[in-house]
C-alpha cells in the first residue's frame, strides 16, 4: 500500500464514506475540497444514516487530519471555521476554473435578440418547469435548453409545441456548446433550493460570463459569491421570472455588462486558479 502521498479529498459533507476512507488515507497528507456551505448539520445532501459516530468521524477529519482545506467560496470557509476548530492559516479560498475553450473568440456574428438558454441537468430542482410555461406565452422571445434528465420527456413536449422552445440534447462537442452559449444574450439559473440541496458555484455563470452572455440566478449561496449588480441579475426564487419578463419588455440588452462579464470571467481561468492550488501544494 503506497504511503505518504498528497491527497486532494473532495467527498461530501457528513457522507459515512469517509470513515473508511479515513483509515486508508491515514498515511497520506490529506487536502480536503469542498464548495458546501452550510457546516452545522442542519442542512446537507448526505442525511441518510447521518449517525453521532459519522459526526465525529468528520469533526476528528476535519480538525485533526486534514492539512489544508480548500473552499470554493467565502461561505464554504466562514462556515468551517464557525463551527469547528480550524485554524484560518489552514483554510482558503479557491474558486473552480472555467474550461479554456471558454476564453477562446466563439465564432459568431452577433447575439440573438431576446435569446436565453439554460444547460445542465433537466431536473425540477433547477426550476425547469417555471421557464417552459413561461416562454410558451412569450412568443417574441426565444428559449434554448440543452441537457438530459428526468424532464427531459416535458422539454421536448415544449419544443414541439412552440416555436420559439428549442431543446438540444446534452453534448460533448465543447465548440458546438460554446457557439450555442455565445449566441444567446442571457444565461438562465432558475435554481430552487430543495432540503438537500442549494446552487454552490454554478459554473455554467462564468463559462457564459466568458462569453459575453449575461447570467440571471436565483441568489443562492454560490451565484451570490460570483455576481454583482454590474456582472449580471440576481433575483428571489420567487421574482426570476419578473426579471425575465422585465427584461423582455425593455428589450436592450446591456453590451457594458456583456463586456464587464468577459473581463472579470478571466479571473477564473485555469492558469490563475491553478496558481492558488499551487502555492498551498508545493
Known sequence: ?????????????????????TQVLKNHTIYYHTSWTCWDGSFHPKQDNNSPKVRRAWKNFLENMVKHTFCVTIKSKSEILKHYNVKKANIHVVNHA???????????SEK?????IYYGRLVPEKGIEELLDFFA????????????????????????KFKNIT????????????????????LVLNSKKSPKWEELFGLTIIESMALGTIPIA??????KEILTPDLGYLCEEHNLIDKI??????????ENMSKNCKKIATNYKVDNISEKWNAILY
Open 1 to 21: 500500500m503506497s504511503k505518504h502521498k498528497r491527497v486532494v479529498l473532495g467527498i461530501a459533507p457528513f457522507d459515512k464514506k469517509l470513515v473508511l476512507l
Open 98 to 108: 472555467a474550461d479554456p475553450a471558454f476564453f477562446q473568440p466563439a465564432k459568431i
Open 112 to 116: 440573438k435578440p431576446l435569446s436565453f
Open 137 to 160: 406565452d412569450q412568443q417574441n422571445a426565444i428559449l434554448t435548453i440543452i441537457g438530459n434528465g428526468k424532464l427531459i420527456d416535458t422539454v421536448k413536449l415544449f419544443s414541439d
Open 167 to 186: 431543446h438540444l440534447q446534452a453534448t460533448e462537442n465543447k465548440e458546438e456548446l460554446i457557439h450555442k452559449v455565445a449566441s444567446h444574450q442571457y
Open 218 to 223: 436565483t441568489n443562492h449561496t454560490g451565484p
Open 245 to 254: 419578463a422585465e427584461l423582455i419588455e425593455i428589450d436592450a440588452f446591456d
